[in-house]
């Protein structure tokens, strides 16, 4: 008898199917929604040289314009979605960075060793945990594979707390058509870990509450706990 399939399984071909074809069109479409990806990346503040890991990095859309704003750092990607990887790559030697290290990988239990890294300076995650069914063991994961000094980037789907509620409805309503459930509980869980691990925290709401965007600083000098 063979074993059942793990979440993470389950999870990896539920994403290649959806964008099996969605890839196509991926960035033509979400750009008219995923706001603050792009302040995001035009803080990130990468230093030359350092390392830049984008997790759930899709089409490679926004790792390509990392490499574009900071064209000496060194890029990292990982997916769930082989379909996706397969874009990104592809998206990443026509901007000149087939040095990129993509990877098929799980949010939720990666480290930077695999990437053959000992951390990361930068990491990333843009509209990826409302996607990602254990979403807060994706933000431990990605804490714990930072470097000392480094710092992690979330943009993703606010409550929509200055809109009306009908239109919060109608948005969550059409997310979950695409697996899709912004994390209401996003701005406390990376409240609890900064305040465990002493790491400074900025939170930022866009378009009255559209998005939320997430800065978790790591100390330069403490070890986490």
Same mark, same amino acid.
């Given at each position: 008898?063979?074993?059942?399939?793990?979440?993470?399984?389950?999870?990896?071909?539920?994403?290649d199917?959806?964008?099996?074809?969605q890839?196509?069109?991926?960035? $033509?479409t979400?750009?008219?929604?995923?706001? +603050?990806?792009?302040?995001?990346?035009? &803080? =990130?503040d990468?230093?030359?040289? +350092?390392?830049?890991? &984008?997790? #759930?990095?899709?089409?490679? @859309?926004?790792?390509?314009?990392? #490499?574009?704003l900071?064209p000496?750092?060194?890029?990292f990607? =990982?997916?769930?979605? %082989? &379909?996706?990887?397969?874009?990104?790559?592809?998206?990443?030697r026509?901007h000149?960075?087939?040095d990129? /290290?993509?990877?098929?990988?799980?949010?939720? /239990? $990666?480290t930077?060793?695999? $990437?053959?890294?000992? #951390? $990361?300076?930068?990491?990333?995650?843009?509209?990826?945990?409302?996607?990602?069914?254990?979403w807060?063991?994706?933000?431990?994961a990605?804490?714990? %594979?930072? /470097?000392?000094?480094?710092?992690?980037?979330?943009?993703?789907?606010?409550q929509?707390?200055?809109?009306?509620?009908?239109?919060?409805?109608?948005?969550?309503?059409?997310?979950?058509?695409f697996?899709?459930t912004? @994390?209401?509980? =996003?701005f406390?869980?990376?409240r609890?870990?900064a305040? @465990?691990?002493?790491? %400074?925290?900025?939170?930022?709401?866009? #378009? @009255?509450?559209?998005a939320?965007?997430a800065v978790?600083?790591?100390? %330069?000098?403490?070890?986490l706990?």
């Open positions: 008898m063979s074993a059942a399939p793990s979440v993470g399984d389950s999870h990896a071909r539920l994403m199917r959806m964008y099996r074809y890839r196509y069109i991926y960035d $033509f979400r750009k008219y929604y995923l706001f +603050g990806r792009d302040t995001l990346i035009c &803080e =990130l990468a230093p030359p040289g +350092g390392s830049v890991l &984008e997790i #759930g990095c899709g089409t490679g @859309r926004n790792l390509a314009m990392i #490499g574009d900071y000496r750092a060194r890029l990607g =990982l997916d769930i979605s %082989a &379909e996706m990887l397969a874009t990104a790559k592809a998206k990443l026509r000149g960075r087939p990129a /290290n993509l990877r098929v990988a799980d949010a939720t /239990n $990666f930077a060793a695999s $990437f053959g890294e000992t #951390g $990361f300076d930068r990491i990333v995650i843009s509209y990826a945990l409302s996607m990602i069914p254990d807060q063991k994706a933000v431990d990605a804490i714990g %594979a930072l /470097n000392p000094g480094g710092s992690l980037h979330v943009a993703d789907f606010g929509q707390e200055g809109w009306p509620g009908g239109f919060r409805r109608l948005l969550q309503g059409w997310l979950k058509r697996h899709v912004p @994390r209401e509980s =996003l406390d869980v990376m609890a870990r305040d @465990r691990d002493g790491a %400074a925290l900025e939170l930022k709401s866009i #378009g @009255r509450g559209y939320w965007i978790y600083r790591r100390p %330069a000098t403490e070890r706990a």
